[in-house]
């Protein structure tokens, strides 16, 4: 028999699904596996109230990074295991994926290159497949950025307070948003039956995103409509200020949710290596925070850019910057 994920038969899938893994003979999918065993030792660190000392918050987020970077790379597994591969090329992927229909080697690796893609690249091609993924991108960088200070920074660098908010309140939705999209079988699979207790957790922490932003925005707006009426507000000064920002590398603009004029959406690059070229490329942008200089809006919070899903506008980036300053008068760009 066939295996889509550890303990759950394939025949439980869609008749194309089986037709399609049937003739691959793909590998099984080990990292739900690994996933599945983390998260259900940070489910009971979590309801055993384990997370007051430092160590045991900066273990359990290590943990939880781990486990949600090969879930990650499960669901792309799940669409082709080439795309988990760090050298997807046929002589290297052939042996590794495919070993078992494997009758002539000559045109394979002997010692296929198992390595797999980083945690970042796991994000950015998850959120392809995945509407969780993609609805809480800035949730998973912000792990991944934990995950990393942990293993290569001092401690000190870590926000312990923010980190125990995003166990206690974040790690129940996130994984059970995962398991429903992906029929993951959660209950017990990711939280060993303690769903109840992690949910009665989670949800006493919730402080209502939603409302929060509504009341931002409505605050934000109210004190926009009254700035742009005054007759000292020089918006022109604003424009070139605004595309002043904007000529700074990975600065990119974004309309705004209050003032509907272009906010400015700071990122910071997300760097890859290219086995094929040998070297060290861009592969994506990560959100780090927007800024309106017409509203003053400032969003930081990695669950409310989540959730006004704040994207830097890389395309229209030059022409933008050539509308604001091209309607700038020499008097007003001088006062800027």
Request: aromatic share 10%; proline share 3%.
């Amino acid at each position: 028999m066939y295996f889509w994920r550890d303990n759950v038969p394939i025949d439980c899938r869609c008749d194309l699904t089986f037709i399609y893994l049937k003739l691959v003979k793909m590998k099984r999918n080990e990292f739900y596996k690994d996933a599945s065993l983390l998260f259900k030792k940070v489910s009971k660190q979590i309801v055993g109230n384990q997370l007051e000392d430092e160590c045991s918050v900066i273990e359990n987020t290590l943990l939880f990074a781990i486990g949600v970077e090969k879930l990650l790379k499960s669901i792309i597994y799940d669409v082709n295991p080439l795309y988990v591969l760090e050298s997807p090329d046929f002589k290297n992927s052939a042996p590794i994926a495919y070993y078992a229909d494997i009758k002539d080697n000559c045109e394979v690796a002997k010692d296929p290159n198992e390595d797999v893609i980083a945690f970042h690249s796991s994000v950015l091609r998850a959120t392809v497949f995945s509407k969780t993924a993609f609805d809480n991108k800035n949730t998973l960088m912000k792990l991944k950025n934990a995950r990393d200070i942990i293993v290569h920074h001092n401690f000190s660098k870590l926000d312990i307070y923010e980190l125990r908010t995003l166990l206690k309140r974040d790690f129940y939705p996130l994984l059970r948003d995962f398991s429903v999209e992906h029929s993951f079988g959660g209950m017990l699979n990711f939280f060993n039956n303690l769903n109840p207790k992690l949910a009665s957790i989670s949800s006493s922490l919730q402080d209502d995103i939603e409302k929060q932003i509504k009341l931002k925005l409505e605050g934000v707006t109210a004190s926009w409509n009254a700035l742009k009426g005054v007759n000292t507000f020089n918006i022109k000064k604003v424009e070139v200020e605004t595309a002043k920002s904007l000529e700074k590398d990975y600065v990119f603009p974004a309309e705004c949710p209050c003032c509907k004029n272009q906010a400015l959406v700071y990122t910071t690059p997300i760097m890859s290596f290219d086995s094929y070229k040998n070297e060290i490329i861009q592969t994506g942008l990560s959100t780090k925070a927007l800024k309106c200089l017409f509203c003053h809006l400032e969003v930081t919070d990695y669950k409310e850019l989540d959730y006004l899903k704040i994207m830097p506008n890389i395309k229209d980036k030059e022409s933008i910057l050539e509308t604001y300053l091209g309607a700038t008068d020499c008097e007003a760009v001088k006062e800027a």
